[in-house]
């Protein structure tokens, strides 16, 4: 079993619409990023989390530590938010807080 | 602009032969690393940088080679040990390495071998 699962793999929605992706993880964690990428393959940092909740325009990134899970709304989608989204934990404690163990990703495709 | 520079963008090269991947960032930044994505599968790591003229093998190292001469530069030799060498690597960067730092992502070369 990977230590990072997402849910859906894929998710179709029209434009408008409230998304949620899921990512629950099964190791101690002492952060957790959300990461998008478009279609040319270049990834962008969306959040890095610890506890609670972030919002950034119309994302919002939320995370429960004692359930090991974490969402990523989009509020009234827009075809422009089609990609692929990733979750990354990065392991607690060690010497090894540098790395990270990401998901396989959520391809999310917004119709007009 | 600051920011992570990866060339080329596509490149092919002949079963058999090395290759170089390059990456370059402008952000000052002291950690650097090598990702690679294969479809439907995460990120895996290759290799890491923490500072410069020292770096560590990473989950899948093997067939892999890297070098930090500079600060800014953490170049990739994909080599002919590498069995599967086809797939998009993906170079990144944060401000330290050993800290809890957000990574940079550059923009991906995608390699296949013919």
């Known amino acids: 079993k990977n230590e990072v699962e997402q849910s859906p793999q894929n998710l179709t929605a029209q434009e408008g619409e409230f998304i949620t992706i899921n990512c629950s993880y099964s190791?101690?964690?002492?952060?957790l990023h959300w990461l998008q990428q478009h279609p040319g393959g270049g990834i962008v940092s969306l959040f890095m989390?610890?506890?609670g909740k972030k919002k950034h325009g119309r994302l919002i990134a939320t995370i429960n530590i004692q359930e090991k899970h974490s969402s990523l709304h989009i509020t009234a989608s827009h075809p422009r938010d089609s990609a692929v989204y990733i979750c990354?934990?990065?392991?607690?404690?060690?010497?090894?807080?540098?790395?990270?163990?990401f998901g396989k990703g959520t391809l999310l495709t917004v119709n007009p | 602009d600051g920011g992570i520079t990866q060339s080329p963008k596509y490149l092919f090269r002949k079963e058999g032969q090395n290759v170089t991947l390059s990456c370059e960032q402008n952000?000052?930044?002291?950690?650097m690393y090598w990702y690679r994505q294969d479809p439907g599968q995460g990120l895996r790591l290759i290799y890491y940088?923490?500072?410069?003229?020292?770096?560590q093998k990473g989950d899948i190292a093997e067939g892999y080679s890297v070098s930090r001469e500079k600060k800014e530069s953490f170049p990739l030799t994909v080599t002919s040990a590498q069995k599967n060498p086809t797939a998009f690597y993906l170079c990144?960067?944060?401000?330290?390495?050993?800290?809890?730092?957000?990574?940079?992502f550059g923009p991906g070369t995608r390699l296949t071998v013919l």
């Open positions: 990144a960067s944060s401000l330290q390495g050993w800290s809890y730092n957000e990574q940079f």
């Open positions: 190791v101690g964690i002492s952060a």
């Open positions: 989390l610890s506890s």
């Open positions: 990354a934990v990065r392991k607690g404690g060690g010497g090894s807080n540098y790395k990270l163990t």
């Open positions: 952000l000052n930044h002291d950690a």
């Open positions: 940088s923490q500072i410069v003229n020292d770096f």
